[in-house]
């Protein structure tokens, strides 16, 4: 059971995914004391959202699914959010969107179930999640950064080559990551308000990936970002909450 230690609510979590995103954030926030969870570290932090500061909590959560669908009902269970935001990175498919696009998931599907007994568009199905993103004030675009609302594919693994017709094809995808949609059934089954904004790193194609093997590619890529969203998320908090929208000062 969760330690009960602390205040039992926060209004906005931030959830991180992987290893490398959360290296970011940590860097972004030196002076924050971070505290353990059975998942990974966690710490509070004050941001100007408007009106004033207001304390968010920056959770990681861990890569992959398993990690991903146990740690967002950890926090939700734990601190029960107004709001539940995932920030981070996500593969695009190449000829469908441009690297840098930030992705604001409307849709998640997991497309890694692989079902031989019954209907596997059945199985599908129920673990696809249509987030509610009408709660959002003031509209969903971005300012300074490209802003794609669409659909996002994610498995326990990276985008392959020889899938990216079957992707585009079947579900229309343009991008995939591995824990939008753990995060996003988790946060259905809660009712809490989940927002999912993904920034694309590299590039899949016919030809493979521009970052596969190339992790310092990567981890440049996931450090601007990081850098972009965590600049922004001021202005998506005030619009979750109708406040004023103000940038990161």
């Known amino acids: 059971m969760p330690e009960k230690t602390d205040c039992p609510h ?5 959830l991180i995914s992987a290893n490398t995103e ?18 990974g570290e966690w710490f509070d932090v004050d941001l100007d959202v408007g009106v004033g500061g207001e304390p968010i909590l920056f959770f990681h959560g861990g890569w992959g699914k398993i990690a991903a ?18 920030l981070g990175t996500c593969g695009g498919i190449e000829g469908k969107v441009e690297r840098g696009t930030i992705i604001l998931a409307e849709r998640t599907v997991v497309y890694d179930i692989i079902e031989q007994m019954g ?10 999640v249509d987030l509610d993103l009408s709660w959002l004030a003031n509209g969903w675009h971005g300012e300074g950064f490209r802003v794609m609302r669409t659909l996002l594919v994610s498995a326990d693994r990276d985008l392959l080559a020889e899938e990216i017709p079957h992707l585009k094809e079947r579900f229309g995808a343009v991008a995939g990551d591995w824990e939008s949609g ?10 809490t308000r989940c927002l999912i904004l993904r ?20 981890v440049e890529n996931t450090t601007q970002v990081m850098e972009s969203l965590v600049g922004w998320l001021p202005s998506w908090i005030a619009r979750t909450s109708g406040l004023p929208i103000a940038g990161m000062q």
């Open 182 to 191: 753990a995060i996003a059934w988790v946060a259905a089954r809660n009712d």
């Open 199 to 218: 920034g694309v790193t590299d590039l899949v194609g016919s030809h493979g990936g521009e970052a596969y093997g190339d992790m310092g590619l990567y």
């Open 119 to 128: 209907d596997p568009d059945e199985h599908l199905a129920h673990y696809a």
């Open 69 to 86: 669908a146990a740690s967002t009902q950890y926090v939700i269970g734990r601190w029960s959010p107004r709001l539940l935001i995932n």
């Open 10 to 14: 926060r209004a906005v979590i931030v």
């Open 22 to 39: 959360w290296q970011v954030i940590r860097r972004l926030f030196p002076a924050a004391r971070p505290r353990s969870s059975p998942y």
